[in-house]
């Protein structure tokens, strides 16, 4: 039968989504509801950490939440390197999908008990659950085409704009309910929608073929029951250390924050030692690695500012921007779907100036327009803040959130598919199947340190935090320039 055939084999006369294969309607469908799910929560979370305790919040400071935020965003990414292993070793990715999208389902459910404690807990299962579904659902779009297929680029277009169209509905639904009803509404909200993507996924299984089915390298016999007991051995060993702390009375939220913090930095150096000094890589591609080390830490530097716009941008809007219109004051996380509908127009636009441009402009030098592009935003919200400050009613109008978001757009676009591109062409071939979760680590670290940096938001002036954070990006941005060529030479012939 002909649903029995891997995809490629297929004929070519069947029903298509957009002229591709199928099982990509699928997996749109399945990364559209969990990117709804995952951005709807985010949206307002620290809206909901920070909201005092009479109006249904947890009564948070804001300083905690933003570090909170910060964290979980970290964790989130940082998770992809053990989800994509047990993919491939254990469960393969259309199994490590599915059970990914139960778990997240699961916590977001949990969020919507109307408890303190369901917040923390929710967002461990919503970790663990997106560690599985997010790398391995990429795996499996990359799977529906052959390796040297044109429309392979097409395809995850398609695929990407599932993200950004999630992202962009999400906050308007979650934000409405949580803000305007009930906290735990809103979270609600979220464990629907990614509800839906499991169920779709279930049922459209029988479009996938054979992408994901098996692991690519499976562990048998001794080495399996090996690798289970180490995993079993490294989660007691977290347990005892989490009841270890709450013996001493060390268990809390900072405490946790600030060791997670810490084990996703160490995480990243002891992931590129382990490269840089291993022998059996060539010294073109050590030479290449320490290039992607400059281009990990300009990334990093990135997302420490751009992830902010959930946490103290977030927070700007709820309490310093001017949201009546017509009499109806609209949440302030509707805020949080101006970047992802900026992406969705930008994206080809920034493809077709990337093509036409070639090779004239290298990979640093984009990075480096990223960087002062990122920066140049916090500079433009250190006005908005004065200008906050300076009015009499202490309150600015949205469009300089807007006009910031598009800045940072602009910057993401320069910077992060190039990135993703130069991760695939800069890695060792022996490392090539792991590098894109050294990509995703870019944004853990940028994420947990930036979640570290952002407490300064409560306690310094908001004109000067914005402003000393968007000089030193535009700093690094002028120093990615100046050390272009040097990075170019360690590149060894990749562009």
């Known amino acids: 039968m002909a649903g029995d055939a891997p995809i490629g084999a297929r004929p070519p006369g069947g029903k298509t989504f957009f002229g591709h294969p199928r099982a990509l309607s699928t997996l749109f469908l399945t990364e559209m509801w969990e990117r709804f799910s995952f951005y709807g929560m985010r949206a307002i979370l620290v809206l909901y950490l920070t909201a005092a305790v009479a109006d249904n919040g947890l009564g948070i400071r804001e300083s905690t939440a933003n570090a909170v935020y910060g964290t979980y965003n970290a964790m989130v990414y940082l998770m992809a390197l053990p989800g994509g292993w ?20 699961c916590g977001h459910y949990v969020m919507a008990i109307p408890v303190r404690w369901s917040v923390f807990a929710g967002m461990t299962l919503i970790v663990l659950g997106t560690g599985l579904l997010k790398p391995n659902i990429s795996t499996m779009v990359g799977d529906l085409y052959d390796r040297d297929s044109p429309r392979r680029d097409a395809g995850f277009s398609i695929f990407y704009m599932g993200i950004n169209l999630g992202a962009f509905i999400a906050p308007l639904i979650t934000g409405f309910l949580g803000e305007k009803i009930n906290w735990h509404l809103g979270f609600g909200a979220a464990a629907i929608g990614m509800t839906f993507g499991v169920l779709q996924y279930v049922l459209g299984r029988r479009n996938l073929g054979d992408a994901g089915a098996r692991p690519a390298d499976p562990l048998l016999g001794a080495d399996r029951r090996r690798a289970l007991n180490r995993i079993g051995l490294v989660v007691l060993a977290v347990l005892v250390v989490l009841a270890v702390l709450a013996l001493f009375g060390f268990f809390t939220v900072n405490t946790v924050v600030n060791l997670l913090t810490l084990v996703t930095v160490l995480v990243a150096v002891g992931y590129f030692t382990r490269i840089l000094t291993d022998r059996e890589i060539s010294a073109t591609e050590r030479s290449r690695m320490k290039a992607y080390t400059w281009l990990f830490v300009f990334a990093a530097a990135f997302w420490l500012i751009y992830d902010q716009a959930g946490s103290v941008l977030n927070i700007f809007a709820a309490d310093r921007t001017d949201r009546d219109v017509l009499g109806f004051t609209f949440p302030a996380s509707w805020l949080q779907s101006v970047n992802p509908i900026l ?14 441009l070639g090779h004239r402009v290298s990979t640093p030098m984009k990075f480096a327009v990223g960087l002062i592009l990122n920066g140049l935003s916090f500079v433009l919200m250190a006005a908005a803040a004065q200008a906050a400050v300076g009015g009499g ?24 598919p190039v990135g993703l591109s130069a991760t695939t062409k800069l890695a060792p071939v022996k490392y090539a199947s792991q590098m894109m979760g050294l990509w995703f680590l870019a944004s853990a670290v940028g994420d947990a340190i930036g979640g570290q940096v952002a407490r300064l938001a409560e306690t310094w002036p908001e004109p000067t935090y914005f402003l000393t954070f968007g000089l030193a990006s535009v700093v690094l941005g002028l120093g990615a320039v100046m050390f272009a060529r040097h990075i170019r030479h360690l590149m060894a012939g990749i562009h």
Request: aromatic share 10%; hydrophobic share 65%.
């Open 393 to 416: 009613g202490g309150l600015v109008s949205p469009w300089w959130l807007v006009a910031v978001y598009a800045v940072q757009v602009a910057g993401e676009l320069a910077l992060s």
């Open 86 to 105: 047990v993919a491939d070793r254990l469960l393969g990715a259309r199994r490590s999908v599915l059970w990914g999208g139960v778990v997240i389902a």
């Open 343 to 356: 992406i969705i127009i930008g994206a080809p636009l920034a493809a077709w100036l990337w093509l036409k």
